[in-house]
């Protein structure tokens, strides 16, 4: 994944245009707990139109996903004719490009909210209030955790089905996920087995703004739904989404063989 580190600066280029987009709408001087929410994939409600609005505010994630989507993938098929080879430890190879492909997402998402709060701050349009920090983790270790999960699941879905449909196939389940908050709409509530669905919905543990928060102050700027959905729960969620990523890719690479043949390899 070496030469696609530079790729990590997109994250820089994005934020500024993102912090270029505050300072032409904003009414003034806004907390940087509110950027934070914007960030955090804004407080769209759920409507076709704020759905719209959910796509566009993936952008960075998709993004990353389409740098790293598949380079697990190509170690794979080169590791296996070559390393694998000489010394067959497929789970200590995969761990370390587990553990690379997570610290490229940790240090996107730095520069990416980092970024945009120094220049909200620096050009005096935010200013730190009691709830930047929490509200900053919370926003970082969600879009963190999401964006490494899926990005594995397309190196791995890459093994089975090649990487021209792996990156389509999760995209695809992106969309089916963001697609399906439209029956709360109309057809169910986010009460009962209604909230259980919605919460169950990985969309729904990453937009900040449909939480709830013990801290009063905080939860009068995000909970827009009125609904008890703790922070905690969510990330421990999308953990443990991502830990079955993880657990299945290791099965997987175990498993499975690509020849040196493999036309992805030689391209």
């Known amino acids: 994944m070496g030469r696609n580190r530079k790729y990590l600066l997109v994250s820089v280029a994005w934020a500024i245009i993102k912090s270029m987009e505050f300072i032409a709408f904003s009414r003034g001087k806004e907390s940087m707990t509110s950027i934070l929410i914007n960030i955090g994939l804004g407080q769209p409600h759920v409507s076709t139109g704020y759905m719209t609005l959910i796509f566009y505010d993936l952008f960075p994630i998709i993004l990353f996903q389409m740098i790293f989507g598949v380079n697990i993938y190509r170690h794979f098929c080169i590791a296996n004719a070559y390393y694998f080879s000489r010394l067959n430890n497929k789970l200590k190879w995969y ?56 990005t594995l699941l397309i190196n791995i879905i890459s093994i089975i089905f090649g990487s021209h449909n792996s990156f ?24 009962g087995v ?25 939860n009068s700027k995000i909970n827009i739904h009125n ?3 703790s ?32 036309k992805e390899v030689q391209g």
């Open 95 to 150: 761990k370390n490009e587990v553990l690379m492909l997570l610290s490229f997402t940790v240090i996107y998402f730095i520069l990416y909210i980092g970024t945009t709060v120094g220049i909200m701050y620096i050009t005096n349009y935010g200013y730190f209030d009691s709830e930047t920090l929490v509200t900053m983790f919370y926003v970082f270790a969600y879009e963190s955790m999401f964006t490494f999960a899926f």
């Open 168 to 191: 389509i196939i999760v995209f695809s389940i992106q969309v089916f996920c963001i697609s399906s908050l439209l029956i709360f709409d109309d057809f169910l509530s986010l009460k």
């Open 194 to 218: 209604g909230g259980l669905l919605f919460k169950l919905n990985p969309i729904s543990n990453l937009i900040f703004s449909w939480h709830s928060s013990d801290n009063a102050m905080l």
């Open 227 to 229: 609904i008890h959905f």
């Open 231 to 262: 922070l905690n729960s969510s990330l421990l969620y999308l953990v443990i989404i991502g830990s079955i990523v993880v657990i299945s890719g290791a099965f997987l690479i175990k498993k499975v063989d690509i020849a040196l043949e493999n």
